[in-house]
């Protein structure tokens, strides 16, 4: 079985790892020359709007997903004409809007921060006036690790805001005081079947996730599935779905989701009986899903902008490094190591064993 | 890091998906145009003699490797002068001639079945005489899943018998009424660091390896890392060794040597710490050993001829199909899934499971 993916990144890459001993073949569409799944694959060198590039992956292709949700929905929509295109277009067109998204929360009786929709500076007064401050406010698409965004802390933060993040659709979020951030792997298949991992405790920096802790038993578990079922049941979802969540006084505010295999799961690859990565072409294949039990305790720790010297990774007992094989740079995330213990108190010497190493 | 490898088959491709994670890069150097590692990495498509192409992968590559043992010894002296290649030539040298082999273990005085050395049928009579009957007939090189080998019950299997198996050079073995078949992959580092996972079980029919399952705490395990210990240190060997023994009468007798990663520590990707193919891989690019420990009871059952179909198989709770994208023919490794449980009666059970599906 032959599978197209539309971007060609380290999630891309961590798919065809994961596809490789099913038996499955990959193609890579994507723009970038040094595109680092190609290793694993096929790579289509072309631009997400190139219909010949397009009809050719779909003509080789027997089932198509994507690694990122700015995916432009004409791409999708293109598609869909010849092959199954797993996640689906709604679901996209839903996800890479964040006020389609929060929208859809509100919907589905999912509690979220307050939000407000902004097209111009006077929407954006209005909102302020309504939500208070502090509040954040990010681009309705495009947004991601911290880009696109600005906190609005005093009023002299509001002046001038809409133009500062480009005059472009902006929604406005009230400030949420929590007490963590956590996140739910879910995964559900062409038949319906769901799944879905232990909650993960995520730690962000500058808007980009650091650390994420597999947790054991988490009380809102229960409450973070049923929130999942509902996006997945009312988006007809087929795939994996990453849904971030605020945890505040004892409950969950839902922050975004993700169309697609997510930094947050990258611990199951060897933190799981079955990976976010195998499950989520489990799911689009039509193959039975795999089960998401923790196989110890694990964390995962991102490395941003460089990998740290290998000999010293490899050194750390039961880390598994992932490479991802892209060149260095500030603010890039070119890998992560998974740590895997039998309890967490040596999971927690493990990860200041490995943070020390990061310099963090 | 660039690796090469000589071969192209399951694996090089197993390497190769070990070794990708670590951010290194793979050259295949293969006759066969379909060889099922090209996926993975560049595939040089030619003769393991033909020296332009085996410069052309020592100038590409950090450090060459193979991945079966009867790769001609003057490729391996071809290479050598321009990249370091581990396992080492006398490693090879000795390892695809059962003569030298059993010798060697001789040398160390580590007990192996009686043998002898047949160049010729006169010689082969004499042995019988010695040795006495049942016994096996191989040819000392070449041979591989009980191809190039005789088994001689009664004196009219013995004539002609050297004619039989092409009038090659053969080691005569005296039959060993063992009560199990054992084997150990130990790895070397370049440093000379050691490590050596847990004893494996293993079950074979009709001379393929069929079922693998790794044991706990067994009581030969020391003894079995003696032995193994004593050829890594008189091979000055670098990279994974499996070393196959017949256990009898609570003790081990030496059969056979591979210098490579082999197919009964295919169990170690998902059910030890550290996988053979990336404590190879670490070892031959002189990176610290990663932890041989088990991760729960692990077993592994070998796909000859096909693989069943793999809905079947997912639906199989932690269960973990490795497809090698060959041809499906009768006889050929096609593919291995590795089950993984916590504790042994419900491996036994999955190990029923599986075997219903395989038809076995």
């Known amino acids: 079985m032959k599978i197209g993916v539309i971007g ?6 961590m798919l065809a790892l994961a596809g490789t001993p099913l038996g499955q073949q990959f193609v890579f569409l994507d723009p970038a020359a040094d595109a680092c799944a190609q290793a694993l694959g096929e790579h289509i060198h072309a631009d997400y709007s190139d219909r010949d590039h397009l009809r050719q992956m779909a003509d ?4 198509v997903t994507f690694e990122f949700e700015s995916v432009p929905a004409d791409t999708v929509a293109f598609l869909s ?17 964040r006020w389609f998204e929060k929208s859809m929360f509100q919907d ?69 005081p929590f007490q963590g951030e956590v996140s739910l792997i879910a995964v559900r298949g062409r038949n319906g079947e769901t799944a879905f991992y232990p909650l993960v405790l995520n730690v962000h920096d500058k808007g980009i996730l650091r650390l994420s802790v597999a947790s054991a038993a988490h009380p809102l578990q229960a409450l973070a599935e049923d929130y999942a079922h509902r996006v997945l049941k009312q988006l007809d979802y087929v795939g994996v779905l990453a849904f971030e969540f605020f945890e505040i006084d004892g409950g969950l505010k839902a922050n975004e989701i993700a169309p697609r295999v997510h930094n947050s799961g990258h611990w199951t690859i ?59 740079k500030a603010g890039r995330k070119v890998g992560h190591a998974t740590l895997r213990c039998t309890d967490n108190q040596a999971l927690d010497a493990r990860i200041a064993e490995l943070q020390a190493l990061i310099g963090v």
Do not use: W
């Open 270 to 328: 060897e933190g799981a009986r079955c990976s976010q990565f195998e499950n989520h072409l489990r799911a689009i294949t039509g193959l039975p899903l795999g089960s998401t039990a923790k196989v110890g305790e694990s964390a995962m720790l991102n490395f941003i902008g460089e990998v740290p010297p290998i000999e010293q990774i490899t050194a750390i007992d039961d880390c598994h490094l992932h490479h991802y094989g892209k060149a260095f």
């Open 81 to 97: 004409q010849f092959v199954p295109v797993f996640p689906n277009a709604e679901s996209l067109r839903i996800a890479r809007d």
């Open 108 to 176: 589905l009786g999912i509690p979220t921060p307050e939000f407000a929709d902004i097209q111009s500076q006077a929407d954006l007064e209005a909102a302020v006036t309504r939500i208070g401050l502090p509040a954040v406010m990010k681009t309705r698409t495009l947004g991601y690790d911290g880009k696109g965004q600005k906190v609005l802390r005093h009023p002299e933060d509001v002046t001038g805001a809409f133009a500062e993040l480009g005059s472009v659709p902006c929604i406005l979020e009230g400030f949420v």
């Open 8 to 13: 060609g990144g380290q999630l891309g890459r």
């Open 60 to 63: 080789e292709c027997d089932v």
